[in-house]
């Protein structure tokens, strides 16, 4: 597919990527606000004592599941086409988001939370699509697109969750009836409702973005073990390339560094000011993280493609880690007394940074899985499951860090947490020293 169909497909198609991506991070955040609750519910009724245990379980099951499943998804995707392995997430988010708040044990609650996370493996298929329906020049504000509606999903995720939780006892409308049962249900059958309404959409206007002729299509009839061995296998060699690997890197420690906040944040933001914190309350964090989120699609959606006809996509990725890295190491020496002023620093180097690196890291690692060859369903498979793996131990990290210092002297108090952030930051910038220039096409983006 290739001229003007390719850009129509991408024109018609890039809703659908959109709200696919973002209902992936509803997904992720939206059990925030309320999964102590619900993990203290559970575990009472089961006797169970070892509540902050399930509590990391439940999660880290999502991007666990991610994990295990972007390179399968992606993989799978390059042989039998993008949108059947688009509309089966959808499917999977419809049925597994809803089982969740249906939960009356702690072990049902985790099979439906992995179940779901197996199911929106697929981002990485959505960035594929992404590169197969754009030229050169679409490419990065595409991609700018796609990592606008992550910010979007991971604002309103927990938004959701926080706001329609418990409603029973909050609204007289729903005494009595099934969400106060269940009551974090509501919250959980919202998100259903948005996967539905996407997988709609997506079977009307998600035409397929790969020419697969079903007559020829191979067959792999090895065992699965077999063909996961053999996946593993080649993003292994893929990992081992000093361009396409090294991107690869590159992302995984940016996500790790900036995973590691998120466990964190909260816990230096509601400390006290007489213990260095600055004093904020649960509605004082929602709104930093609604100006990290809107920044961030103001960052993706709008100022994505001007900066990236202007320096290149290959300069913006080292400037973009080491601006986010500066303001995530800023973070705990931000003072109560000129909290506002100075978070809002702090908070747009964040944004900023991780709004540019999202789309310009996606772009390039297009570029090169062109360019060198490979499929572009193993390349981003590859890179979305070690983020993932990210995901799943950098919050972990942050926490056990957090708890091993903040009682501290300085610089081994609740500052090494943020400083950690920072370190990875640097690897993952001094990384970028090993990325081709890609001098062509960037010259041609910087003619036009």
Not at 189 to 201: D, E, F, K, P, R
Not at 225 to 240: C, D, E, F, P, V
């Amino acid at each position: 597919m290739a001229g003007e169909d390719q850009r129509a497909a991408g024109k018609g198609a890039l809703l659908v990527l959109f709200l696919v991506t973002m209902i992936d991070m509803i997904g992720f955040g939206i059990i925030i606000p309320f999964l102590t609750y619900l993990v203290q519910d559970l575990a009472a009724a089961e006797g169970v004592v070892r509540v902050g245990l399930w509590v990391g379980l439940l999660m880290t099951a999502y991007s666990s599941a991610q994990f295990l499943s972007s390179p399968i998804w992606g993989s799978l995707s390059d042989r039998i086409g993008r949108r059947p392995i688009l509309m089966m997430g959808l499917v999977g988010n419809t049925v597994f988001f809803t089982a969740f708040g249906l939960s009356t044990t702690l072990m049902f609650a985790l099979s439906m939370r992995f179940l779901a996370g197996v199911f929106n493996g697929n981002i990485a298929v959505a960035r594929a699509y992404i590169g197969d329906v754009s030229t050169p020049k679409q490419l990065a504000t595409r991609m700018g697109l796609i990592g606008a509606a992550f910010g979007l999903g991971f604002t309103i995720g927990p938004f959701i969750g926080g706001e329609f939780s418990s409603p029973a006892e909050r609204y007289e409308v729903f005494v009595g009836t099934v969400f106060e049962t269940y009551p974090y249900l509501l919250p959980c059958l919202i998100a259903s409702v948005l996967s539905a309404g996407s997988l709609v959409l997506a079977y009307f206007k998600l035409p397929e973005s790969l020419k697969v002729d079903p007559s020829t299509r191979s067959v792999d009839e090895r065992p699965a073990a077999q063909r996961l061995g053999g996946l593993l296998r080649t993003s292994a060699r893929m990992l081992g390339t000093p361009s396409i690997g090294a991107m690869i890197w590159v992302s995984m420690l940016f996500i790790f560094g900036f995973t590691v906040m998120h466990s964190v944040f909260i816990l230096y933001t509601e400390m006290d000011a007489s213990s260095g914190g600055l004093g904020f309350s649960e509605r004082d964090n929602g709104r930093i993280f609604a100006a990290i989120g809107l920044l961030g699609i103001l960052t993706q959606g709008v100022l994505i493609g001007p900066l990236t006809r202007r320096f290149g996509t290959r300069r913006l990725i080292p400037i973009s880690i080491m601006v986010t890295g500066l303001g995530l190491t800023l973070i705990p020496y931000t003072q109560a007394n000129m909290a506002w002023i100075q978070m809002l620093v702090v908070v747009s180097c964040i944004a900023v940074g991780n709004g540019i690196f999202q789309p310009s890291s996606s772009t390039y690692l297009t570029r090169i899985a062109r360019e060198e060859g490979y499929d572009l369903g193993v390349v981003m498979g590859a890179q979305e499951s070690l983020t993932a793996f990210a995901r799943i131990f950098g919050p972990l990290s942050g926490g056990l860090v957090w708890e091993l210092t903040v009682g501290g002297s300085y610089p081994f108090d609740y500052h090494t947490s943020f400083h950690l952030c920072g370190l990875l930051m640097v690897i993952s910038a001094a990384l970028t020293l090993r990325l081709p220039h890609l001098a062509e096409i960037e010259e041609q983006e910087l003619a036009t």
